[in-house]
């Protein structure tokens, strides 16, 4: 209000500022040469102030005075018992409305500021070609009256914008008047939260065992009956919402129906085990799934609808889970449901009261007995195997709310109300949220199992050919989303996620100082994700490149794997500058830590940059790719991998010899497969010389072309290269495309030719 105040008051000394400040020039008329492109411009500033209506505006609360009724109501809470649990879902609620309405304020201030501009903008220009018509008496008649048609319009436009002006006013003021109760409201369960807190050591009531818990108390009752009010009158002002929900449920029905024929024609079933209660269950899956999707369609709703949610939204999830789980663990998922309907209905019960204190009680007492008689009756032991971590997990899990339980019905006993209280109902709602996630992670992996199996996702190559790897990586990251969602709550329900978050931004913000290196764990740790993050995405990336768009090209030999090289370089320059930027490192030090690097190339890594550049070489010119039969000197092997610094070539033998990439640019290398993939095999003979050079050539040739490895096209060649005193030498040249088998190529032809001779009588 002060600074719309201030404006109000600029606007009016604004005249007189102008009067006394000769820097501020008064709207002088239009010269008679630029009147007409001056015109040009007045059209486009209206086109300007049009904009600015049509902008749109922040939406007003429906009433001013719904803050204040919600606020009463939870007011009303805060009156009598209240746990810490619902006193920070409360205090949740209320600071995302104070959200709200600090952004709604925002939005209208801005919109404020642009209304002021377009009007000031509007009376200059009316001012300007009013003095313009006033002096102009040589202008044309249809000047003049292009100059009188922009006035109108002006003066329609300045009419409308102070007419939105005095509306965004109004919504400012309605605005201001929802903020108040909101922050009172927000202090208030604030102040209470801090109350609860301290308090939870304090003995609030007597001890059962004693006759003053046993006197009669007065009741509060008006809680419940406020609340219920509250709850009607949200329910009539968002009609539709129910139909929506109701909407997608039906929805998700048919498609549930609808996806059963697509299943049976399934080949593999066995890739289908464990979604056949979500198909053969669609009213439940449904439910469940509409339900849990309530946070989107009731924004913002009293405290009395969660419950009522949070007991439907148990049922589909156990009659989901009965199909699910093994039949020793059925029944105990049962007692869940009568357990979550029993809290519901202590509720309803006169807080503080004896009679509340008892039904509590003993809630408490009967959960921990179901809990230690499922621990005793082996069911654990017989579903979850206690050497494997999951087993140990569960029964740790079962152990520590047992306990949990029994420390919060002796404290509930002894009249410390608020720490029983935040224990019991802290495991009960964690027991209840854990039964809810592990249905909806159940349904979640369900439905990433069938989109695998039917189109579009299981037209998909990389689906068809690594279906089991993708499902097993999908269900790894929904389990661990799934675990880490029921910790949080967890932590929330016993009112920890104060104190978590406050020692985590503590450890976060703990500086690490090596010499005048100084690092936050915060930092380092967004500096190892950052680059765990790239190297996912770039392995991610490169799979969907092998899998799915090379199968679908006609790439030349090499080209793939140098693309994939390429990306994958890429992306980690991507990742090691983001990384970078995470770790907090100064520009400038980055920058001498740049020169240094320099320096250390110009003397000492001169080998390895060179060996990276012929790497790049290597991919980018192809001189060899994998899979080449490459001589390097004495040695030939297969390239089995062209990486950053060397490659990897695999000889016959079984070894592995690592090539730095700068040899194999800058030496001699043969090549046997850079154009084709045709070896030819040379076998050297030596017969006397009194052999018919007529009958030895046609037996050479026969033993070539005799072995089912060696090629007819080219043909094989025999040739007499010289005739010595007592020996002629031949020479047998053959091809064939088994490049890894030309030794065993050259033994057959050689053996085979060496038995043809001495039938043949030339040995």
């Given at each position: ?264 024609r399934v080949s593999d079933q066995r890739a289908l085990e464990g979604t056949e209660p ?255 993050a790239t190297f996912l995405l770039s392995r991610f990336v490169r799979f969907v490149l ?218």
């Amino acid at each position: 209000m002060l600074k719309r105040f201030l404006l109000c008051l600029g606007l009016l000394c604004t005249p007189l500022l102008a009067a006394e400040n000769p820097a501020t020039p008064a709207p002088t008329p239009v010269p008679l040469a630029e009147v007409a492109p001056q015109l040009e411009q007045a059209q486009e500033a209206l086109r300007r102030l049009e904009a600015t209506l049509q902008a749109p505006a922040s939406e007003a609360t429906p009433e001013a005075e719904a803050p204040a009724r919600l606020a009463a109501a939870d007011k009303l809470a805060l009156e009598g018992p209240i746990s810490l649990e619902e006193l920070s879902a409360l205090e949740a609620t209320w600071e995302k409305r104070a959200r709200q309405a600090a952004a709604n304020r925002a939005a209208l201030d801005q919109r404020l500021d642009a209304l002021e501009a377009a009007l000031a903008e509007a009376a200059l220009l009316s001012d300007r070609w009013k003095q313009t018509l006033q002096a102009g008496a040589e202008l044309p008649p249809e000047v003049r009256k292009a100059v009188e048609a922009l006035l109108a319009e002006l003066g329609k436009r300045r009419e409308v914008l102070q007419l939105e002006r005095r509306r965004t006013l109004s919504l400012q003021n309605r605005a201001t008047k929802e903020a108040t109760p909101v922050q009172e409201m927000v202090a208030a369960l604030k102040a209470s939260r801090d109350q609860a807190v301290g308090r939870l050591l304090v003995k609030d009531r007597p001890a059962l065992w004693s006759p003053a818990a046993w006197s009669p108390q007065p009741e509060a009752g008006t809680v419940v009956a406020d609340q219920w009010a509250a709850l009607r009158a949200y329910l009539a002002q968002h009609p539709g919402r129910a139909a929506l929900q109701a909407a997608l449920f039906l929805s998700l029905v048919l498609a549930l129906r609808w996806l059963r024929p697509w299943l049976a024609r399934v080949s593999d079933q066995r890739a289908l085990e464990g979604t056949e209660p979500l198909v053969e269950m669609p009213a439940s899956t449904a439910l469940l799934i509409a339900l849990a999707a309530s946070h989107w369609f009731y924004p913002d709703p009293p405290r009395l609808f969660w419950v009522g949610w949070s007991v439907l939204l148990l049922i589909p999830a156990v009659l989901l889970l009965r199909r699910l789980v093994p039949p020793q663990i059925a029944p105990w998922l049962q007692a869940l449901v009568v357990f979550q309907l029993l809290d519901q209905v202590r509720r309803f019960l006169p807080a503080g009261t004896l009679a509340g204190r008892l039904f509590f009680l003993g809630e408490l007492l009967l959960a921990a007995g179901c809990i230690a008689g499922l621990l005793r009756s082996g069911g654990l032991r017989e579903v979850l195997d206690p050497a494997r971590p999951l087993g140990r997990v569960v029964r740790a899990f079962f152990l520590a709310a047992l306990g949990g339980l029994l420390v919060a019905a002796g404290a509930y006993a002894g009249g410390y109300i608020g720490l029983g209280t935040l224990l019991g109902e802290g495991v009960l709602a964690s027991a209840y949220l854990g039964a809810i996630c592990y249905a909806l992670l159940a349904v979640a992996e369900g439905a990433v199992m069938i989109a695998l199996q039917v189109p579009p996702l299981g037209r998909l190559a990389m689906v068809r050919h690594h279906r089991t790897l993708l499902w097993q990586r999908v269900r790894r990251g929904l389990r661990w989303v799934a675990l880490f969602l029921w910790a949080s709550a967890t932590v929330s329900f016993l009112s920890l996620h104060g104190f978590v978050a406050e020692k985590g931004a503590a450890l976060l913000a703990t500086r690490l100082s090596l010499g005048s290196l100084s690092l936050s764990v915060g930092n380092l740790l967004a500096c190892g994700l950052t680059i765990w993050a790239t190297f996912l995405l770039s392995r991610f990336v490169r799979f969907v490149l092998e899998e799915e768009v090379y199968g679908r090209l006609r790439l030349p030999r090499g080209i793939p794997f140098a693309i994939s090289r390429v990306v994958h370089y890429l992306l980690l320059v991507a990742g090691f500058t983001l990384a970078l930027g995470a770790l907090g490192v100064d520009a400038t030090k980055f920058t001498i830590l740049a020169g240094a690097v320099g320096v250390g190339i110009g003397f000492g890594l001169q080998n390895i940059v060179n060996n990276f550049v012929s790497g790049l070489i290597l991919l980018f010119e192809r001189p060899l790719k994998v899979g080449d039969v490459l001589q390097v000197d004495n040695l030939e092997g297969t390239v089995t991998h062209i990486g950053i610094r060397a490659s990897i070539l695999r000889m016959e033998s079984g070894s592995e010899v690592i090539l730095p990439n700068g040899k194999l640019i800058s030496d001699k290398v043969t090549n046997w497969t850079l154009s084709n993939s045709l070896r030819g095999v040379e076998i050297p003979v030596s017969v006397p010389r009194a052999a018919d050079a007529r009958v030895v050539i046609p037996l050479l040739l026969a033993a070539a072309e005799g072995h089912p490895k060696a090629l007819k096209n080219p043909k094989p060649e025999a040739l007499l290269l010289t005739i010595g005193p007592a020996n002629c030498d031949y020479q047998l040249r053959l091809w064939t495309l088994h490049q890894n088998e030309w030794h065993q190529i050259r033994s057959e032809v050689t053996l085979a030719l060496h038995a043809a001779l001495r039938e043949a009588g030339v040995l």
